[in-house]
């Protein structure tokens, strides 16, 4: 079982920065493949950014390539996502994910097997 809590989001002006972290229990952790995933009101959950086991692989959605930044640090079982450029449409609740199991289903809400509580970002224009 994996426990996984998020932190870092608030309230920042179009064109700033945040960074969001997700802190994992569990000695696994560094087995696992990790995702960031965002819902907004009224709309489905969407993929935002991946990162696999070893930190070599990452995959980004289209509308945060360049902006985004997924990374992790295995020995504080710890996985970022560092936000620079925001938009007001980043407003959502940001939710980390964990173990998807293959990497090709990283992008795939629906095969991660844990979940964070999510962290609200807002983005004032």
């Known amino acids: 079982q994996v426990q996984l809590v998020e932190s870092g989001g608030g309230l920042v002006q179009a064109g700033g920065s945040l960074r969001l972290s997700c802190a994992a229990s569990?000695?696994?952790?560094?087995?696992?493949?990790m995702g960031w995933f965002r819902q907004a009101p009224g709309k489905e959950r969407e993929f935002v950014a991946a990162?696999?086991?070893?930190?070599?692989?990452?995959k980004y959605a289209d509308s945060v390539k360049g902006r985004f930044t997924i990374s992790r640090d295995n020995a504080k079982n710890t996985v970022y996502l560092q936000m620079n450029s925001l938009k007001p449409e980043d407003t959502a609740v940001y939710y980390c994910?964990?173990?998807?199991?293959?990497?090709?289903?990283?992008?795939?809400?629906?095969?991660?097997?844990?979940w964070g509580q999510g962290t609200q970002v807002t983005v004032s224009s």
């Open positions: 994910a964990a173990d998807p199991n293959l990497w090709i289903r990283a992008t795939m809400s629906n095969k991660y097997n844990y």
């Open positions: 990162i696999d086991w070893s930190g070599r692989s990452t």
């Open positions: 569990g000695r696994t952790f560094s087995t696992y493949h």
